[in-house]
């Protein structure tokens, strides 16, 4: 049997050894809440945690967020193994999510919360990671992909 939707496993596994690593080098480098600007006063790298899902919400869910996660990833596993081969902007789109997914959810299980660390202080934005960003640029693609299979309307 031969492995369909390449770009989704790809990106997947790149996203989520993307997401990993950079949390790894924060949890080594910086003491939790430490904060090191790069571009003062609009982007720091600020080591927090959390225990919620994206802005904080559900802070405190850890519990059924991990079991969210897990789902999430199954279920997108499942539909590029079982389903169709999928478009070039689905497989980018699923392959980021669940990339991210796995990312946030390998956190929540084996150390009970999230890394966070990007804080884009310009806007006064939530702390987020790499995984969140994939995920957000993941949904992106999905959008893209939903509207070359719009049908055109030759009314």
Known sequence: ???KNHLFWIAAFITFFLDQLTKYWVVQTFSLGQTRPIIPDVFHL???????????LFSGQVEWLRWLSLGVSLVLIALAWFGQNLSYWD???????LGGALGNGIDRFILGYVVDFLDFRLINFAVFNLADSFISIGLICLLIASFQKAPENNS
């Open 1 to 3: 049997m031969r492995l």
């Open 46 to 56: 600020t080591y927090v945690t959390n225990t919620g899902a994206a802005f904080s």
């Open 91 to 97: 497989q980018l789109g699923y392959g980021l999510i």
